[in-house]
């Protein structure tokens, strides 16, 4: 099967411009989550969608970030306006919707804001 | 809210010797520890989990006990390998209906030498 994709890969904007990452969960899962991993620190939850519905956003920043998932499938995750603290890995994971599914991580998003 | 702190942050050892990596967490509702092993570029992948009502949990040349009323979690790899090398992340959290919000810690750089 094939894996959660995330795109892009990396990503450098300026300080104040946006930027929208996207997900791709594997086909038939309705959990996705979006978690950050900033200057080698610990990977942080973000938020939790239950197919199209946000189930948990209690690990969003701030309110420059919006993230997205209609239709159920794929997510985004728009940053707007863009800051320095802002920048790190973000990796999008997703699951089955049964008890004790384990998470799928994908490769993750590179952003640099500058 | 849920704080998992792990170490050592770097492991040097020569193959053929054993990794103990470390975590502590502060929440005793957390009952779902899993490790995750990111080899550089890559995402991260679940090697190993243990649920609180194990103690001890192995496989091949990997184990993870726990201790829930130390509120402790280690992760062991016997006989390293150079393709050992790479991040290990410990995480907890709440399972059931949650259980892909995992609180994580900080990550260790494993070095497996030849």
């Known amino acids: 099967e094939a894996g959660v994709t995330q795109f892009p890969s990396h990503s450098v904007i300026e300080k104040g411009q946006t930027v929208t990452l996207r997900c791709d969960p594997i086909?038939?899962?309705?959990?996705l989550y979006w978690y950050r991993r900033v200057m080698g620190k610990e990977i942080k939850f973000l938020l939790h969608?239950?197919?199209?519905?946000?189930?948990?956003e209690s690990g969003m920043p701030n309110n420059r970030f919006l993230a997205e998932r209609t239709g159920g499938t794929y997510s985004t995750l728009k940053v707007q306006p863009a800051e320095l603290e802002d920048s790190g890995v973000y990796f999008c994971?997703?699951?089955?919707?049964?008890?004790?599914?384990?998470?799928?991580f994908g490769n993750g998003t590179r952003l640099t804001v500058t | 809210g849920e704080n998992v702190e792990q170490h050592p942050s770097t492991l040097s050892v020569q193959e053929g010797d054993s990794a103990v990596i470390k975590c502590t967490y502060s929440d005793s509702a957390s009952n779902y520890f899993p490790w995750y092993k990111q080899e550089l570029g890559k995402r991260p992948q679940l090697i190993i989990d243990?649920?609180?009502?194990?103690g001890e949990k192995k496989d091949q040349r990997i184990a993870v006990t726990l201790n829930k009323t130390a509120k402790h979690f280690s992760l062991h790899i016997t006989e390293t390998q150079p393709e050992d090398s790479a991040v290990y992340f410990c995480a907890a959290g709440l399972g059931g209906t949650s259980y892909g919000k995992l609180t994580f810690g900080q990550g260790t750089i494993l070095t497996v030498h030849p």
């Open positions: 994971a997703s699951s089955q919707a049964r008890i004790n599914s384990p998470l799928h």
């Open positions: 086909s038939g899962h309705d959990n």
């Open positions: 969608f239950v197919k199209e519905s946000k189930q948990d």
């Open positions: 243990i649920r609180s009502n194990v």
